[in-house]
T-cell receptor, first 115, second 112 residues
Framework: EAGVAQSPRYKIIEKRQSVAFWCNPISGHATLYWYQQILGQGPKLLIQFQNNGVVDDSQLPKDRFSAERLKGVDSTLKIQPAKLEDSAVYLCASSLRREEEREQFFGPGTRLTVL | QKEVEQNSGPLSVPEGAIASLNCTYS??????FFWYRQYSGKSPELIMF??SNGDKEDGRFTAQLNKASQYVSLLIRDSQPSDSATYLCAVPRMDSNYQLIWGAGTKLIIKP
């Protein structure tokens, strides 16, 4: 079974530039999560999708961050314009929507550096 | 008070000894608990999942739950240098949005 795919793996941009991250979840996983992880901290949920609908985006800085999940499969997270404090690893995870199966499977992440 | 708390460490343990990692949670109604391992520069991977009906052992790993004191422990027996990583504790959010509440992780260092 193929895992969660993410690209790019690394990205360096200057502040005020734009950047986009792509995620392809495990086949059949209806729930998709985008996390931001700053060094030394646990993952912070940015947005959660159920199929192609948003379940929770309460912690997404909507003035600069946006995300979509077209057709309930792939997802894209965009930052426009980027700030220095956006430097972090952006993790995509997916899971089945079952009460007894809450394990989240993570992709390799995208390490973003904003200069 | 944070919902899920872990000592950030680092916790240094000699090779072959038992490493003990703790995680406290605030919601008394929590029923299940996840332990993820995250190697430096890598993404988290699940190593243990425990329900509230008892301890669980998987190879060198044992998860223990103390509901009265609201903490869950991860014990690693016969610690190996390859166990050096950050261990993240996660607890499902009780409103059934299939979200996990994450601790900040404990960095474990196994010294040869």
């Amino acid at each position: 079974e193929a895992g969660v795919a993410q690209s790019p793996r690394y990205k360096i941009i200057e502040k005020r530039q734009s950047v986009a991250f792509w995620c392809n979840p495990i086949s059949g996983h209806a729930t998709l999560y985008w996390y931001q992880q700053i060094l030394g901290q646990g993952p912070k949920l940015l947005i959660q999708f159920q199929n192609n609908g948003v379940v929770d985006d309460s912690q997404l800085p909507k003035d600069r961050f946006s995300a979509e999940r077209l057709k309930g499969v792939d997802s894209t997270l965009k930052i426009q314009p980027a700030k220095l404090e956006d430097s972090a690893v952006y993790l995509c995870a997916s899971s089945l929507r079952r009460e007894e199966e809450r394990e989240q499977f993570f992709g390799p992440g995208t390490r973003l550096t904003v200069l | 008070q944070k919902e899920v708390e872990q000592n950030s460490g680092p916790l240094s343990v000699p090779e072959g000894a038992i490493a003990s990692l703790n995680c406290t949670y605030s919601d008394r109604g929590s029923q299940s608990f996840f332990w993820y391992r995250q190697y430096s520069g890598k993404s988290p991977e699940l190593i243990m999942f425990i329900y509230s009906n008892g301890d669980k052992e998987d190879g060198r790993f044992t998860a223990q739950l103390n509901k009265a004191s609201q903490y869950v422990s991860l014990l690693i027996r016969d610690s190996q240098p390859s166990d050096s990583a950050t261990y993240l504790c996660a607890v499902p959010r009780m409103d059934s949005n299939y979200q996990l509440i994450w601790g900040a992780g404990t960095k474990l260092i196994i010294k040869p």
